[in-house]
């Protein structure tokens, strides 16, 4: 620090003023200024003194630092090098396997390892196979398959071990002395339960088991493109439930029935849904089936009429090979864009009798719209010996004697190359209209009702088959009719279009208050066997093909005017 000199008064100033510094009672102004001089000065020589211990306590601070860190500097540099030194010479896998060993002894790792694999890890399996080899699953763990028999072949699935259980091999698979239950929710895959789909292996028990695990609003999901073997009835009696497979693959989804005399499914929950699905039965060209399709009927759980319910959706299936293909027990059931083929009844309708069978429930609400039945009975000896009114094929059957039947709609569907009775059933509340025929030996309607009463208890109830466009075709000397009903009142016969007929196309019996209007037919009928258009009550009403195309012609020409008078206004 540099010091500070205070010498403001030249010398000779300083000594002329002397003697004033030392006059203690002047008080001159200058003698005042010398002593305040004086004072100045003094004041100087002390702040030098002190910038001057100051600056040595500094430096004496500065060395004690410098010393210290250098301490520091030291011992830390000591410090490394031990740590290097020590993790150079250490033996880790020997320390590793030495804690684990305490670990074993004390039992905590096995609580560690249990304890991660309940909750983070999980073994994979390529098949089922190979995980009832493993031995390294524990109770509480999770384990995965790629595949139920191979790896990939849709029934991968995710298992929980249990030491307690009964193994199945299906949902609960023996490993060991644990077991592997299979984990689902809702919505199941049939082939997680071991179902092979390849035709050859009996998949029976596996669709059980899983029928058995559906629950209320699930589903039951068969990968596309298999064909399950049954060798005997399955049952589902879950309610509100959908069996499927995927859309369009009606014909290579199949559930396939092989022991005769026997139903591929009793169905006894409501408010079931089948989509997508075919179903095969034994029949073919030479052979009439004998294995039944789907079966809905409730009555096993009791006989009042909460169980005649049936509330079922059956939609894009195909049924084939089948004697009958559906049979509903009860009301309510919407039969829609299905294909039966090759079968010798399509739909069968029956009433829920009540325990005194002599009550039954209302069989109502049956929606049966835009179907295909193509071929059925077609096997080359199945009219042999028969009449219309000992056939025994139909593409869709209802009761026939009983008044509770009705609201029965059968619309848009289209027969081909069938031999059998397209509708056989009571008419009032039923409305068939716009389904088409062609080329078939097949009645439309046949509902000949023996019990005069239900005519006139039916009198507030209507029928209506209009607008069908039905074109028969003749096969030996089976005469059929296109229309044929008794003791039915209040039916609408109107707007059909008929062609082919092999015997009278329109035949009403003790029928009132019978409308029949505005039908074309043609070709109907030989002369040999007096055939008539249509009969009413025995007294034959014909028109030949000349008269209709005159009328044709008629309308033609009045068609015609109207359109010039019009052009002319």
Same mark, same amino acid.
């Given at each position: 620090m540099?010091?500070i000199?205070?010498?403001?008064?030249?010398?000779?100033?300083?000594?002329?003023?002397?003697?004033?510094?030392?006059?203690?009672e002047?008080?001159?102004?200058?003698?005042?200024?010398?002593?305040?001089?004086?004072?100045m000065?003094e004041?100087? *020589?002390?702040?030098?003194?002190?910038?001057?211990n100051?600056?040595?306590?500094?430096?004496?601070?500065?060395?004690?630092?410098?010393?210290?860190?250098?301490?520091?500097i030291?011992?830390?540099?000591?410090?490394?090098?031990? @740590?290097?030194?020590?993790?150079?010479?250490?033996?880790?896998?020997?320390?590793?396997?030495?804690?684990?060993?305490?670990?074993?002894?004390?039992?905590?790792?096995?609580?560690?390892?249990i304890?991660?694999?309940?909750?983070?890890?999980m073994?994979?399996?390529?098949?089922?196979?190979?995980?009832?080899l493993?031995t390294?699953?524990?109770?509480?763990?999770?384990?995965?398959?790629?595949g139920?028999y191979?790896?990939?072949d849709?029934?991968?699935?995710v298992?929980?071990?249990s030491?307690?259980?009964?193994?199945?091999?299906?949902?609960?698979?023996?490993?060991?002395?644990?077991f592997?239950?299979?984990v689902?929710?809702?919505?199941?895959?049939?082939?997680?339960?071991?179902a092979?789909?390849?035709?050859?292996?009996?998949?029976?028990?596996?669709?059980?088991?899983?029928?058995?695990?559906?629950?209320?609003?699930?589903?039951?999901?068969?990968?596309?493109?298999?064909?399950?073997l049954?060798t005997?009835?399955?049952?589902?009696?879950?309610?509100d439930?959908?069996?499927?497979?995927?859309?369009?693959?009606?014909?290579?989804?199949?559930?396939?029935?092989?022991?005769?005399?026997?139903?591929?499914?009793?169905?006894?929950?409501?408010?079931?849904?089948?989509?997508?699905?075919?179903?095969?039965?034994?029949?073919?060209?030479?052979?009439f089936?004998?294995?039944?399709?789907?079966?809905?009927?409730r009555?096993?759980?009791?006989?009042?009429?909460?169980?005649?319910?049936?509330?079922?959706?059956?939609?894009?299936?195909?049924?084939?090979?089948?004697?009958?293909?559906?049979?509903?027990?009860?009301?309510?059931?919407?039969?829609?864009?299905n294909?039966?083929?090759?079968?010798?009844?399509?739909?069968v309708?029956?009433?829920?009798k009540?325990?005194?069978?002599?009550?039954?429930?209302?069989?109502?609400?049956?929606?049966?719209?835009?179907?295909?039945?193509h071929?059925?009975?077609?096997?080359?000896?199945?009219?042999?010996?028969?009449?219309l009114?000992?056939?025994?094929?139909?593409?869709?059957?209802?009761?026939?004697?009983?008044?509770? @039947?009705?609201?029965?709609?059968?619309m848009?569907?289209?027969?081909?190359?069938?031999?059998? @009775?397209?509708?056989k059933?009571?008419?009032?509340?039923?409305?068939?209209s716009?389904?088409?025929?062609?080329?078939?030996?097949?009645?439309?309607?046949?509902?000949?009702?023996?019990?005069?009463?239900?005519?006139?208890?039916?009198?507030?109830?209507?029928?209506?088959?209009?607008?069908?466009?039905?074109?028969?075709?003749? *096969?030996?000397?089976?005469?059929?009719?296109?229309?044929v009903?008794?003791?039915?009142a209040?039916?609408?016969?109107?707007?059909?279009?008929?062609?082919?007929?092999?015997?009278?196309?329109?035949?009403t019996?003790?029928?009132?208050?019978?409308?029949?209007?505005?039908?074309?037919?043609?070709?109907y009928?030989?002369?040999?066997?007096?055939?008539?258009?249509?009969?009413?009550?025995?007294?034959?009403?014909?028109?030949?093909?000349?008269?209709?195309?005159?009328k044709?012609?008629k309308?033609?020409i009045t068609?015609?005017?109207?359109?010039?008078?019009?052009?002319?206004?």
């Amino acid at each position: 620090m540099q010091n500070i000199f205070i010498d403001v008064l030249p010398p000779w100033v300083e000594t002329c003023l002397q003697p004033a510094f030392y006059d203690l009672e002047s008080g001159t102004v200058l003698q005042q200024t010398a002593r305040m001089w004086a004072k100045m000065r003094e004041l100087g *020589v002390a702040f030098n003194t002190f910038t001057e211990n100051v600056t040595t306590e500094v430096n004496n601070f500065e060395a004690s630092v410098n010393e210290t860190v250098s301490e520091y500097i030291e011992k830390f540099t000591e410090l490394k090098n031990f @740590v290097e030194d020590y993790f150079e010479n250490l033996d880790v896998q020997e320390e590793i396997d030495h804690k684990l060993d305490e670990m074993v002894e004390d039992g905590t790792l096995q609580e560690i390892i249990i304890n991660y694999l309940q909750t983070k890890a999980m073994l994979v399996f390529d098949t089922v196979a190979d995980m009832k080899l493993a031995t390294n699953l524990m109770a509480g763990s999770y384990t995965r398959t790629l595949g139920f028999y191979s790896a990939g072949d849709g029934g991968g699935a995710v298992y929980k071990i249990s030491d307690t259980g009964t193994a199945n091999e299906k949902d609960v698979i023996a490993v060991g002395d644990l077991f592997a239950n299979l984990v689902y929710g809702k919505n199941l895959n049939v082939k997680q339960f071991g179902a092979k789909g390849d035709g050859v292996q009996d998949d029976t028990s596996y669709i059980q088991t899983a029928l058995d695990a559906l629950v209320t609003n699930g589903s039951l999901y068969f990968p596309k493109g298999y064909n399950y073997l049954t060798t005997n009835t399955l049952t589902l009696s879950a309610n509100d439930v959908c069996l499927y497979s995927e859309p369009k693959t009606e014909y290579s989804t199949r559930i396939t029935g092989s022991t005769a005399n026997t139903t591929i499914m009793n169905i006894t929950g409501y408010g079931v849904t089948i989509k997508n699905l075919a179903f095969y039965g034994d029949g073919d060209q030479a052979n009439f089936a004998t294995i039944d399709g789907l079966n809905f009927d409730r009555s096993p759980l009791g006989d009042d009429d909460t169980y005649s319910n049936i509330d079922c959706v059956v939609e894009d299936c195909l049924f084939m090979h089948l004697d009958s293909c559906i049979t509903v027990k009860g009301k309510n059931a919407r039969i829609k864009n299905n294909t039966f083929t090759e079968s010798k009844k399509g739909f069968v309708g029956l009433l829920h009798k009540y325990s005194s069978e002599t009550e039954t429930s209302d069989f109502r609400g049956i929606y049966i719209m835009e179907n295909i039945f193509h071929s059925m009975n077609y096997q080359t000896n199945s009219l042999a010996g028969k009449t219309l009114a000992t056939m025994d094929s139909f593409c869709i059957e209802t009761p026939l004697e009983s008044n509770k @039947v009705g609201n029965i709609q059968i619309m848009n569907n289209k027969a081909e190359l069938c031999r059998s @009775v397209f509708y056989k059933g009571y008419l009032p509340d039923a409305k068939i209209s716009g389904n088409q025929s062609y080329d078939s030996f097949s009645t439309l309607v046949y509902s000949p009702v023996e019990d005069a009463s239900l005519a006139s208890r039916a009198t507030e109830r209507i029928a209506q088959i209009t607008d069908n466009c039905w074109r028969g075709s003749y *096969v030996g000397t089976f005469y059929n009719n296109f229309i044929v009903i008794k003791n039915c009142a209040n039916t609408m016969i109107n707007g059909n279009s008929f062609r082919n007929c092999s015997g009278d196309a329109i035949i009403t019996e003790k029928s009132p208050r019978t409308s029949i209007n505005n039908n074309y037919i043609l070709q109907y009928g030989t002369a040999s066997q007096n055939h008539s258009g249509i009969v009413v009550n025995g007294s034959r009403r014909k028109k030949n093909e000349k008269e209709i195309v005159y009328k044709c012609f008629k309308c033609f020409i009045t068609y015609c005017f109207i359109c010039i008078w019009i052009c002319r206004v």
